[in-house]
Nanobody
Framework: VQLQASGGGLVQAGGSLRLSCAAS????????MSWFRQAPGKEREFVSS????????YYADSVKGRFTISRDNAKNTVYLQMNSLKPEDTAVYYC???????????????????WGKGTLVTVSS
């Protein structure tokens, strides 16, 4: 599986962006998908994940209620809708895929099988 994230950019605080992660490979639908982010000078951190069917989603407390993860297996794409953005959301965002638990639930960062190149999100105050 190859992953390509896109949709990042510069936005003012309070604005919205939608990130996309396009996957290649016939088995995309079986993988759990996750978004992580890494701010300058900080460690990479979990943002959100979604299981293979889209029925189970998880969010970091810092983005809960503002971000929404979704997926379209027919289009081999996972999305991250980001609303009410804050300057502290500024980071490079990465999508990742894993089959640690058969796609039923996503694994932790160390369990990721595939990573996409990141897309930069900058939120100005």
């Amino acid at each position: 599986v190859q992953l390509q994230a896109s949709g990042g950019g510069l936005v003012q605080a309070g604005g919205s962006l939608r990130l996309s992660c396009a996957a290649s490979g016939r088995t995309f639908g079986g993988y759990a998908m996750s978004w992580f982010r890494q701010a300058p000078g900080k460690e990479r951190e979990f943002v959100s994940s979604i299981n293979w069917s889209g029925g189970n989603t998880y969010y970091a407390d810092s983005v809960k209620g503002r971000f929404t993860i979704s997926r379209d297996n027919a289009k081999n794409t996972v999305y991250l809708q980001m609303n009410s953005l804050k300057p502290e959301d500024t980071a490079v965002y990465y999508c990742a895929a894993d089959f640690k638990f058969g796609g039923v639930v996503a694994g932790t960062m160390k369990d990721m099988d595939y990573w996409g190149k990141g897309t930069l999100v900058t939120v100005s105050s």
